[in-house]
């Protein structure tokens, strides 16, 4: 497994945890726009970026949570592999 | 520039040229061609309905040019075509001198933004630029540039400069010069500046190539459309919804003055979709805005649909750099509040800075500060909640049950309720004021809960419908670029549904030329296609506001700003009145030429405005002494042109009368009314024995109760013991605010009236003086309630004595009364209007044998 792949798999687990729970996890893939389908809220942003810190060890600053670096599993994960 | 960084090759403005072939090209240009139809249809549309401004009409007609020119040019030219037609909008709006200066001030404030110096020293140098030019806008210095700029210029810069700077300082995006000039300069923005906010980064995320745009130019089109139907609901609920607080007297009236401001927000959403709309005609797909912000569920759905730019604008600039700084030392809860509070905060204090940058004032309202805290503590409450117990989401369709349905209707109608208290506190003049109109929702009669039970529900279907619409457009719109992928049978079926829908709007427009409306239904077209017609509200507030300063129409009152936009400042100010200290607080000047209303006013020797005449009667003239309001004093015509003169003349150049000569003394003065009038007839008119003493009237249930509330008020002792007793027994005292007091005195200014022509009546009959009382209608279409008025006086006036001549009709045969005013904010007759009005008075005086 890739560390992409690894990233991303945290954090899917992560986010049908916390936001989806029950929801079906094959319907959440690595292109799911979690912006725009209203899954990333401000408040959920901010327990994604709190996740993201303590589970990978990184500090992401203010200027970079926003939908360009965390809209889908793959962003997500670029930006983890960027601090890292 | 020497931050040009990050420029993929989607993003870069320049797509590889070996790259985009001609077929590829031809295909473009091939789908551009229907957007460019319906755009040609929407321009129609603008200029049909006059929408926003004859600015805007031009503006978009230049945007529509320039999305033609950009099918034909090549990709690298298109942002150099963007800021070239942003130049001559701003050219078109304010002229080539003016627009130089504001890219010229532009120019220097983004050239600052990229010296070749640390950071830190640019932050200082554009501080040191923004104080000068705020001591340019508050008027310590004076520019060499007109101040006619400075909405626009504030619109471009207040709020853009420092989120451009924020992403600069982040490397956030790609910069440069084509860049910079696109976003600070972008076209609308010269016709909106209401829209200030733009992110920067979001907006060249999502920048288009000129290939992959049709979809992108065909979401554009439609929301221009969705914007100019919501600029015409806004014209019918500004129409249909103009309610005065003193008028209201049950419970549906008092809802429909709560819920008015709320929903005149459509203006501003309206033009929010048309500047978002034109932007993606230019491939920048900038996020929907004000997306359904009436079905919001919570204050936090709310929050996030009235005005996403401006959220995601505090949450870059204030929230998240608060929160992540906090986060570190507080728990994210206290985290959350604090930041919350602070951001709610700022935009308070940021309002009134906007406010500063585009009407040079620093507003601190009360009505503010109660919103925004309303505002700040009902959002922090739910995103606390939220926090603590999270939000169901969903990639799937939820299964839906009777109960989840009610729900969702519940808070829906809970949360649109809630917020329209806020917003009918942030409207309103006065507390009391408002407090009276809630003390009416209690007053509910079958007809109020027939539409109390409709509003409720049809919000409540209206939440459930689009919440299963919403979750069909989510779950299509959870696919990578889905929201993006247009077919081409979904493009030529939205060029259908915008055609149609234009083609339907200009129907609305150019059938009365050919088809038969009925007036009721003509009198709604009329309301949609003119812009500087006012409702009924705003109407008597500018009738109200040239006597009384209530001028303040700023805040919640566009229209009727626009249409003191253009009134001279000294309009109202007569220079032959002369200040008194005691009622009626002014009189007028003999022998003055002064200006007034956009004409030369003379008084003669006497104090009245018209020609001389002699103390004493001449023999075999009838005389008449004239008493009235600015109507009949002919403010804004020329002095001959009067329509006293109209009729006095004809009088006497008409053979056949029963005295060989008539006179009609003009003792009418702006501003009187009928206690006025009674103290001026005692006080200037029986040394000139007059015949008869005509008084004109026609509002004079109004006035009277303006003169008791101006002596209850303190303004002056109360000239009659009448309005003393009436203003006690009403509970009228000097610090009750007006509209209240105008609401308190309603039931007692029908007495009043009486005993103010009692006496006029009297003191005729003791100087052998015939009392006529001469209804005299301004250029208007009276309301059921006025004209309701209107009748009840001409019957105290016939029941205290008065003759009658009614001239009430003399416009009933004129369709358009507008070209009968003086001018577009002054609806006094004009000398069309006098001429008609001294014409029937003549035929009155004529064809009565008492004369």
Redesign the interface.
């Known amino acids: 497994m890739s560390e992409t792949q690894e990233i991303q798999g945290k954090v899917k687990a992560f986010v049908l945890r916390?936001?989806?729970d029950g929801?079906?996890p094959a319907?959440?893939?690595p292109?799911?726009?979690l912006f725009?389908?209203?899954?990333l809220?401000?408040?959920?942003t901010?327990?994604l970026v709190?996740f993201l810190e303590k589970e990978f060890d990184i500090t992401i600053?203010?200027?970079e949570?926003?939908?360009?670096n965390l809209d889908?599993l793959v962003d997500i994960a670029r930006l983890v592999a960027s601090k890292r | 520039m020497t931050e040009a960084v990050l420029r993929p090759a989607s993003e870069s403005g320049r797509a590889p040229a070996a790259a985009v072939g001609v077929r590829a090209r031809m295909g473009a240009i091939m789908r551009a061609l229907p957007v460019l139809a319906q755009l040609v249809l929407m321009a129609l549309v603008v200029r049909g309905f006059a929408l926003e401004s004859p600015a805007f009409g031009r503006v978009f007609a230049l945007a529509v040019a320039g999305y033609a020119l950009q099918m034909l040019l090549p990709d690298g030219l298109r942002l150099p075509l963007f800021a070239a037609l942003s130049a001559g909008g701003a050219v078109i709006v304010f002229g080539p001198a003016q627009a130089a200066w504001l890219w010229a001030v532009g120019l220097a404030l983004i050239g600052l933004a990229h010296l070749p110096l640390p950071f830190g020293w640019r932050i200082a140098a554009i501080l040191v630029a923004g104080a000068a030019l705020a001591l340019f806008r508050g008027g310590v210095w004076t520019p060499p540039w007109s101040p006619i700029i400075w909405p626009i210029f504030g619109a471009m810069f207040m709020f853009r400069l420092i989120v451009y700077l924020?992403?600069l300082r982040?490397r956030?995006a790609p910069f440069g010069f084509w860049r910079a000039l696109a976003y600070f300069f972008m076209l609308p923005t010269v016709c909106f500046p209401l829209f200030p906010v733009v992110d920067y980064?979001?907006m060249w995320?999502g920048w288009t190539r000129a290939e992959d745009a049709a979809p992108v130019h065909q979401r554009g089109v439609e929301w221009i459309l969705r914007g100019l139907v919501q600029l015409l609901l806004y014209r019918l609920v500004y129409h249909s919804f103009s309610v005065d607080a003193a008028s209201v007297q049950h419970a549906s009236q008092a809802l429909v003055y709560l819920v008015r401001p709320y929903l005149l927000y459509l203006r501003i959403c309206g033009s929010f979709h048309l500047v978002i709309g034109m932007m993606h005609l230019y491939g920048f797909a900038l996020p929907a805005t004000s997306h359904n912000w009436v079905l919001a569920s919570n204050f936090?759905d709310y929050w996030?649909r009235i005005n996403i730019y401006w959220k995601d604008f505090l949450?870059?600039i204030v929230?998240?750099?608060v929160?992540?700084?906090l986060?570190k030392r507080m728990g994210?809860a206290a985290s959350?509040a604090v930041a919350t509070l602070i951001a709610f905060f700022a935009t308070w204090a940021l309002h009134s800075y906007q406010w500063f940058w585009i009407r040079k004032a620093f507003p601190v309202a009360w009505q503010d500060i109660v919103f925004w805290s309303a505002m700040g503590t009902a959002v922090l409450a739910n995103?606390l909640i939220?926090?603590r117990r999270?939000?169901r989401?969903?990639?799937?369709r939820p299964v839906r049950s009777a109960r989840t349905e009610l729900g969702l209707a519940l808070r829906t109608v809970a949360t649109c309720a809630t917020i329209v208290m806020c917003w009918a506190v942030w409207s309103t003049r006065s507390l009391a004021e408002l407090g009276r109109v809630m003390s009416k929702l209690a007053v509910i009669g079958p007809a109020d809960l027939a539409w109390i039970v409709a509003g409720v529900g049809g919000l409540g279907l209206a939440a459930i419908l689009y919440e299963r619409r919403e979750q069909a457009v989510?779950e299509r719109?959870?696919?990578?670029d889905a929201?993006l992928r247009v077919g081409p049978l979904s493009l030529s079926w939205g060029s259908l549904r915008v055609g149609a829908a234009a083609v339907a709007l200009l129907g609305l427009v150019y059938a009365p030329l050919l088809l038969y409306y009925p007036p009721a239904m003509a009198d709604v077209v009329d309301q949609l296609k003119n812009p500087l017609r006012l409702n009924r509200g705003d109407a008597a507030m500018m009738d109200r506001g040239y006597y009384e300063e209530l001028t303040d129409v700023s805040r919640f009152n566009p229209e009727l700003a626009q249409v003191y936009a253009q009134k001279p400042l000294d309009w109202d100010r007569c220079w032959a009145f002369h200040h008194l200290d005691t009622f009626p607080t002014f009189e007028m000047l003999p022998s003055r030429r002064v200006a007034f209303m956009g004409v030369v006013m003379t008084t003669n020797r006497w104090a009245m405005r018209d020609r001389d005449y002699t103390l004493e009667k001449p023999p075999g003239t009838c005389r008449i002494a004239l008493l009235g309001d600015s109507q009949a004093m002919g403010g804004g015509t020329d002095d001959r042109l009067t329509f006293e003169n109209v009729a006095e003349d004809k009088l006497n150049a008409t053979p056949g009368g029963r005295h060989p000569r008539y006179e009609i003394l003009n003792f009418a003065i702006a501003g009187y009314g009928p206690a006025a009038r009674r103290w001026l007839l005692h006080r200037s008119v029986w040394r000139f024995h007059p015949d008869v003493v005509m008084v004109t009237a026609v509002d004079d249930l109004v006035w009277v109760a303006r003169e008791t509330v101006g002596g209850a008020m303190g303004r002056y002792a109360p000239p009659f013991p009448a309005m003393d007793q009436a203003a006690r027994e009403a509970g009228i005292g000097r610090g009750t605010p007006y509209e209240v007091a105008m609401a308190k005195i309603q039931p007692y200014r029908e007495r009043v009236l009486r005993d103010v022509y009692d006496g006029i009546v009297r003191e005729c009959r003791e100087h052998g003086a015939r009392p006529v009382a001469v209804f005299i209608p301004q250029p208007r279409r009276e309301t059921p309630e006025s004209l309701v008025d209107i009748r009840r006086q001409i019957e105290v006036a016939r029941a205290a004595g008065f003759q009658i001549i009614d001239l009430l009709d003399t416009y009933d045969a004129t369709a358009d009364l507008a070209p009968l005013w003086v001018a577009p904010w002054d609806r006094h007759p004009n000398v069309h209007g006098h001429a008609m009005l001294g014409e029937r008075l003549y035929e009155a005086i004529r064809n009565d044998p008492g004369f």
């Open positions: 916390e936001f989806l929801e079906d319907a959440l893939g292109e799911t726009r725009t389908t209203g899954i809220d401000s408040i959920a901010l327990k709190a600053e203010a200027h949570a926003d939908a360009q889908t | 924020y992403d982040n956030a980064k979001t995320r936090t996030r949450q870059k929230f998240n750099p929160y992540f700084r986060s994210a959350l995103m939220e926090a999270g939000r989401r969903r990639l799937t989510l719109a959870g696919t990578p929201a």
